[in-house]
């Protein structure tokens, strides 16, 4: 299965409600995923980190950051500091980082319609 492929079997799982989302399950795949990083999956990666940064839980920040600093560059990249900011500043808006609501619709508006086209 593709990196892509897994990513879009996360986003068919569990859709945006952020409220009903497992949060265990998404940290022990991004756990899992940091451990055993897989060439290419930074998509598969940003996804989970995001999914953790809308269910918002202050004690994720370390997660989050490990997967931002510590896997590689590609993934770095693909892991928003906003979600980190925001987190450590309790989802205020300022003058670089969004508010939580503006963050977290964007998060869904790049999802919403994502499809793995690897047939």
Same mark, same amino acid.
């Given at each position: 299965?593709?990196?892509?492929?897994?990513?879009?079997?996360?986003?068919?799982?569990?859709?945006?409600?952020?409220?009903?989302?497992?949060?265990?399950?998404?940290?022990?795949?991004?756990?899992?995923?940091?451990?055993? /990083?897989?060439? %290419?999956?930074?998509?598969? #990666? *940003? &996804? @989970?980190?995001?999914?953790? /940064?809308?269910? %918002?839980?202050?004690?994720? #920040? *370390? &997660? @989050?950051?490990?997967?931002? /600093?510590?896997?590689?560059?590609?993934?770095?990249?693909?892991?928003?500091?906003?979600?980190?900011?925001?987190?450590?500043?309790?989802?205020?808006?300022?003058?670089?980082?969004?508010?939580?609501?503006?963050?977290?619709?964007?998060?869904?508006?790049?999802?919403?319609?994502?499809?793995?086209?690897?047939?």
């Amino acid at each position: 299965m593709t990196n892509e492929q897994r990513a879009e079997q996360i986003l068919t799982t569990y859709g945006f409600d952020f409220d009903k989302i497992p949060k265990d399950e998404i940290i022990d795949l991004l756990h899992k995923e940091i451990e055993h /990083y897989q060439p %290419g999956s930074s998509e598969y #990666i *940003r &996804l @989970l980190c995001g999914y953790l /940064y809308c269910i %918002g839980n202050i004690s994720d #920040i *370390r &997660l @989050l950051e490990e997967a931002k /600093y510590n896997v590689n560059m590609d993934v770095g990249c693909m892991v928003d500091i906003e979600w980190i900011d925001s987190l450590k500043n309790g989802g205020v808006e300022g003058p670089y980082v969004r508010s939580r609501q503006e963050i977290i619709q964007s998060f869904v508006s790049y999802y919403e319609d994502f499809y793995c086209d690897d047939e």
